[in-house]
């Protein structure tokens, strides 16, 4: 029984030394995303890769923030990323339904309509990429109201 508790107080030993992990490796990413020159006021990106877990974080005045693999602003895992960007108007109120007066909530009642063209919101049709190296990343995405640019 001795013998076993040392194996595995050296099994935690050496866990907690070399990072026994399922997760890739994380890096830290900031930057700017623009809209026709113009810093976007709002929105989400989404970084997303083959194999890993997407990360994705906060657009505020332009600035990309708290970006989230796992825990909260942990960053995104290193590799090559196909990027989304989303970004919708602030969302209405809710139409509440009247039964007998037909009115039921327009489309966009949730979210809110989208700011920038709907091409952007795919990472397969946005056009972005980010090469994600460990350390800390700075990247910049440039909108345009026309939608990517070949």
């Known amino acids: 029984m001795k013998h076993l508790l040392r194996?595995?107080?050296?099994?935690?030993v050496f866990c907690a030394?070399?990072?026994?992990?399922?997760?890739?490796?994380?890096a830290k990413v900031k930057g700017t995303v623009t809209l026709d020159g113009k810093l976007l006021p709002n929105g989400s990106i989404t970084?997303?890769?083959?194999?890993?877990?997407?990360?994705?974080?906060k657009i505020v005045n332009g600035q990309i923030v708290e970006v989230t693999t796992f825990d909260p602003d942990d960053g995104v895992p290193v590799g090559s990323h196909r990027v989304a960007i989303t970004a919708n108007e602030e969302?209405?109120?809710?139409?509440?339904?009247?039964?007998g007066e037909g009115k039921t909530p327009g489309p966009n009642y949730m979210g809110g309509k989208s700011i920038i063209?709907?091409?952007?919101?795919?990472?397969?049709?946005?056009?972005?990429?980010?090469e994600i190296k460990s350390g800390e990343n700075t990247v910049e995405f440039k909108l345009?109201?026309?939608g990517p640019k070949p």
């Open 144 to 146: 345009y109201s026309s």
């Open 17 to 26: 030394l070399t990072g026994c992990s399922d997760r890739p490796k994380l």
């Open 91 to 99: 969302a209405s109120s809710a139409v509440v339904a009247n039964p």
């Open 117 to 130: 063209p709907t091409a952007y919101n795919n990472p397969a049709t946005s056009g972005f990429t980010a």
């Open 47 to 57: 970084f997303e890769t083959t194999g890993a877990r997407p990360a994705t974080g």
């Open 7 to 12: 194996i595995c107080a050296v099994a935690l």
